[in-house]
């Protein structure tokens, strides 16, 4: 018997930036696998300006952490309303496996790990692999990617040179002067992980020595953060402060361009890193790197407690990723 043919898709990811980019991995094969099908994310409103630019998706709906059991009724029925015929729940949450259950006795054929969904992941390894590997592993046993690359390490990251093909052209620098090249620096992070932040000082510290090697420094994050970026100035008096001034397409530009990006795990490092450029992300004990690092041309560097990493450890890797000669010849 024929299989029936997969004409809408629904897209589950909801949760944290990091991992909503490393999710962009696995939205790309589902787009190639089902190349003619309306696709749709269903996420949260952080990621929805980043998602409407995404090729992977035809519809971006942020309803997908409601609050109340009407705000719930309300969204349940709509998915029930639209008849996809294929769900892949690249969260695989409690929460998500809910909407499963919300949604029978008629689901979807459903990827994931509700109980008694169609497509079941049943890796019992699955809760150690890294994101990219399980995501991979999740599609082949959903049967779209027969071969995907599963051991550690193997899988691709996520590609996001959609983004930088919207980049706006550049403009010609006055008098034919070629700019430093720059140091793009994600001090911060949520507010309530402070365990996952490198203690600003030390990102300071940093800045200036490279900053002496020849090096511009640019910090991003979020409006609230502002302080950290003063704090680095301090050392630094041309540091340029762009936090609260980039949506997520502007990180991903600002990282293919640079010559390093530093930060703590946190989105908007994975979107940088996801550029292309040289990257060191810091760690602590807070989370894994085995489980969660981006991939690229990375350097991870970990301490149980991120405060007792010295800036000297940092700036030996800033030093390998990007070499002095290069800044030597710009300087």
């Not at 259950?101 to 054929?109: K, N, R, Y």
């Not at 002067?177 to 402070?194: D, E, K, N, T």
């Not at 100035?233 to 997520?248: C, F, I, N, P």
């Not at 350097?299 to 407690?305: D, G």
Request: charged residues 20%.
């Amino acid at each position: 018997m024929a299989s029936k043919e997969i004409k809408k898709v629904l897209v589950i990811k909801l949760s944290a930036m990091g991992d909503f980019i490393l999710a962009l991995a696995a939205a790309k094969r589902i787009r190639q696998a089902h190349p003619k099908a309306r696709i749709t994310l269903l996420t949260t409103p952080p990621f929805e300006g980043l998602a409407k630019l995404c090729p992977y998706f035809n519809e971006v709906e942020t309803d997908g952490r409601p609050e109340g059991l009407g705000d719930w009724l309300t969204l349940v029925g709509r998915l029930r309303k639209a008849k996809y015929d294929r769900v892949y729940d690249l969260q695989t949450s409690s929460r998500s496996n809910m909407i499963f259950h919300g949604l029978q006795p008629f689901a979807p054929e459903w990827s994931g790990i509700a109980l008694g969904c169609a497509l079941p992941h049943r890796n019992p390894r699955r809760d150690r692999m890294h994101t990219l590997e399980r995501h991979a592993d999740q599609l082949k046993a959903a049967g779209i990617w027969p071969d995907a690359p599963t051991e550690p390490g193997s899988a691709p990251g996520p590609d996001v040179s959609w983004i930088l093909r919207k980049a706006p052209p550049e403009r010609p620098v006055a008098g034919g002067i070629q700019p430093r090249p720059y140091v793009l620096m994600a001090p911060g992070g949520s507010a309530h992980r402070q365990d996952k932040r490198w203690p600003v000082e030390k990102y300071g510290e940093l800045a200036k020595a490279l900053y002496d090697r020849g090096f511009d420094i640019v910090v991003i994050g979020g409006p609230q953060e502002s302080a950290l970026a003063r704090a680095i100035q301090k050392h630094v008096g041309k540091a340029r402060d762009l936090t609260g001034r980039t949506d997520l397409a502007r990180v991903a530009m600002l990282g293919a361009k640079a010559a390093l990006v530093v930060g703590n795990d946190t989105g908007p490092v994975h979107l940088a890193a996801a550029a292309g450029p040289p990257t060191i992300v810091l760690f602590s004990k807070a989370s894994d790197p085995i489980l969660s690092a981006p991939r690229g041309h990375v350097a991870v560097l970990q301490a149980e407690n991120l405060a007792d990493m010295p800036v000297a450890q940092v700036l030996q890797a800033a030093s390998a990723l990007a070499p002095a000669p290069t800044l030597r010849a710009n300087a």
